[in-house]
């Protein structure tokens, strides 16, 4: 009786499990299984050898290596002595090798592989005479086009469209001048094409470039389409049109950005307790966040003073000049050149401030303006010369995006 009642309960235990499972399968991909194909890598099928896969531990050496081997009477330093002009002097800890042995009873060592790095490999082949090779294993570029509605932040959308997360930062800065990517919301629309790296045709690794994209931003679409204008020159993105989509200002002086007060005529000044014009955007963040330079120029003030505190004023040419308040540090002398992004201080409450955060001051000819709403320059125009080439490069990208976005939205 009570081992019938066990029986019922070990049943039940394994419906629960089964049940449990079965509704956690939804979230994953279940791959079909492939029947086994022989191992071929290095020009080696591993069928034919007794294979050691091993990695290079802490106090390896090459001789070290060898002398784990069975190697029939053959001292390792006569096999070093032989390679030694095409293997390396020393290997590296944690990297992989393979030893292919033979297959009979003796397991002696035939060929030893040992990988630096995922493209070289370094073969000693011992079957005849002793010989060293350095090759490596052929790189392929497959192009890939997607297209899909954003669930949750860029990087885990393309996530559960099994891309590698690195194009989602190739795309943070291709777009980091035209979209706010806070700002998109789930369901907006976007397409990718980019190309993935192989290994032998086989082994995937990761995404090599971007060729083209474009977000649904504000009920626009954004496109944007790499472009050299220099042969060799640096590669700028443009839109459709063939304005580029970089600008010669940072959106922001901080990488995450959280606006406490903007630019105003009259506000209530939260130290000096009285209303009066703000002439600048403050940007909340915590102590010791790094400030970027929003355009490249020259430190025309570095220094202190009882309002600002700790401040840093930047001349980017004739016209424009920006200012960043408060900080805890300045990183930059006066008279030194800064390239955009460059950090040139830490966010502090130095000053008249009530908390840490960044104010950041912007002057056109002069006068202080708001950023966020007037028209700023773009960093590269493209030069009508090269229009006409852009167009020609541009037409067949944009028209893959388009209809790889036609098959995947149809209907949605
Ligand atoms: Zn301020």
Known sequence: MRRASLKILGLFGLFWLLFSCSQKAEEYVIEPMEPRKPMVDFGFNFDDFNVHFDTIRSQDTFERILKKQNLNGRKPAEIIAKVKDSFPTSVRFMKPYICLRSKDKYHKLQYLIYQPNKIDYYLVDLTDSIVGYKKSRPLTFKVRTIAGKLDGSLSTTLRGMKVDPSLSNKLLKVYAWSIDFFKLKKG?????????????????????????????????????????????????????????????????????????????????????????????????????????????????????????????????????????????????????????????????????????????????????????????????????????????????????????????????
């Open 188 to 412: 907006d629309r976007f397409a990718v094409s980019f190309t993935e790296r192989y290994i032998n045709d086989t082994i995937y690794d990761g995404v090599d470039s971007l060729r083209c994209a474009f977000f649904e931003y504000k009920g626009d679409k954004i496109y944007a389409f790499p472009f050299q204008q220099e042969r060799k020159g640096r590669t700028d993105y443009y839109d459709e049109n063939g304005k580029a989509l970089k600008n010669f200002f940072l959106k922001a002086p901080l990488k995450y950005i959280h606006i406490t007060s903007r630019f105003s005529k009259s506000r209530f000044h939260p130290v000096q307790l009285r209303w009066k014009a703000h002439n600048g955007t403050d940007y909340a963040a915590p102590t010791g966040t790094p400030i970027m330079t929003t355009a490249s120029g020259v430190v025309e003030q570095a220094g202190y003073t009882a309002g600002n505190g700790n401040f840093v004023k930047v001349k980017h040419d004739r016209t424009y000049a920006t200012q960043y308040l408060h900080m805890s540090r300045i990183l930059v002398r006066r008279g030194q050149r800064v390239k955009q992004g460059d950090v040139i201080g830490k966010v502090g409450s130095t000053g008249l401030a009530t908390g840490p955060h960044v104010c950041y001051r912007f002057w056109k000819n002069g006068v202080q303006v708001d950023p966020l709403r007037i028209q700023l320059p773009n960093a590269q125009p493209m030069e009508g010369r090269n229009l006409p080439r852009f167009k020609e490069q541009m037409r067949p990208l944009k028209r893959e995006l388009d209809s790889v976005a036609q098959v995947v939205f149809k209907g949605r």
